[in-house]
């Protein structure tokens, strides 16, 4: 499976509005639904905040978005505050 396909509408609109020399600097609050062990989190640039059940928030630099979501164990990333301007 396409890893754009397990990411929602607004993340996919940040991912594409986002330069990719500037995805490695901009940092993303995510809810991250996925099944397995919590040590998929454990990447450098990757700060999980809390956990619960399937469900966990964390913090990730935007570049980190496709190796994550392309494993096998995430089912779903969201965008865990609104869009907003960049500028």
């Known amino acids: 499976m396409h890893w754009q396909r397990k990411i929602d509408h607004r993340l996919l609109a940040l991912w594409e509005r986002i330069p990719e020399k ?3 600097h901009k940092s993303i609050n995510v ?3 996925y099944t397995g062990p919590d040590d998929l989190f ?5 700060r999980i905040y809390s956990v619960a059940g399937d469900i966990a928030t964390c913090s990730m630099m ?3 978005l496709p ?3 392309d494993n096998t ?3 779903f990333i969201e965008l865990a505050n609104p869009l907003e301007h960049d500028l």
Request: aromatic share 0%; glycine share 4%; charged share 35%.
């Open 42 to 46: 454990k990447r450098p640039g990757i």
């Open 31 to 33: 809810l991250v639904r």
């Open 22 to 24: 500037d995805r490695m």
């Open 73 to 75: 164990d995430i089912i």
């Open 62 to 64: 935007l570049s980190e």
């Open 67 to 69: 190796p994550i979501a």
